[in-house]
């Protein structure tokens, strides 16, 4: 089976993951789940994290031009990050890097920059999408109070592909065409190919992999 755990932030803090690791990898369970990059840099989580059956965490790379006040201590230079995503893959687990257009600052050419960085990156897999302020937020009171929603836009547009907001630094359609630009770059054929191929060299590497017995495919 391959199940996900649906938390946010799966080894947050100092709770203890040995139990879980244990029962994971005594039923042969394959799982994935997300965490934030710090992970990369506890040797007590990534000597389980694999052995257990995780296949893929998703981490937040966020931003390149903006920095999510909510990511707390998750703030740090992208050399440390993703150096901490290197070692996660090294231990046998993809890391799926999410990372967000249209942060305060946003321009094309930080679109572009983003484009290149994701295309050049080691992540072995990818999430793409635009910023979105869902209501109940601290950053959709911000741009409600700046008056930078587009009220026109509803629920319906809050799909995490749809601008729902006036950026700082584009028009709205510029920063709709770029998005469209990056999503065409970061998943042209060539780009998924060559994650499809870092995905199976890192289980290839893997605990879980070698005591499965066979491929192991995209979750």
């Known amino acids: 089976p391959l199940i996900e755990l649906a938390d946010d932030n799966t080894f947050a803090g100092s709770r203890e993951a040995g139990e879980l690791f244990e029962a994971f990898e005594r039923f042969n369970i394959r799982y994935f789940t997300e965490a934030d990059w710090r992970i990369g840099e506890r040797p007590d989580v990534l000597a389980g994290l694999a052995r257990s059956g995780c296949v893929q965490v998703l981490v937040g790379i966020e931003s390149l031009v903006f920095r999510y006040p909510g990511m707390g201590g998750k703030q740090a230079e992208l050399d440390r990050i993703m150096a901490a995503v290197q070692a996660i893959q090294e231990a046998g687990v993809v890391v799926a890097g999410c990372v967000i257009v249209g942060g305060d600052g946003e321009t094309r050419g930080s679109i572009d920059r983003l484009v ?71 998943f042209s054929a060539p780009a998924v190919e060559r994650r499809r191929r870092l995905r199976r060299n890192i289980w290839r590497n893997s605990p879980a992999f070698r005591r499965l017995g066979h491929v192991l495919e995209t979750p």
């Open 116 to 186: 290149r960085f994701v295309l050049d990156s080691p992540l072995a897999e990818v999430q793409l999408t635009l910023q979105t302020p869902f209501p109940g937020t601290a950053l959709y009171g911000r741009l409600a109070r700046e008056g930078r929603l587009l009220t026109e836009r509803g629920w319906s547009a809050y799909t995490l592909f749809d601008v729902t907001f006036q950026p700082d630094r584009l028009s709205v359609a510029e920063l709709e065409r770029g998005f469209r630009d990056a999503v065409t770059e970061v």
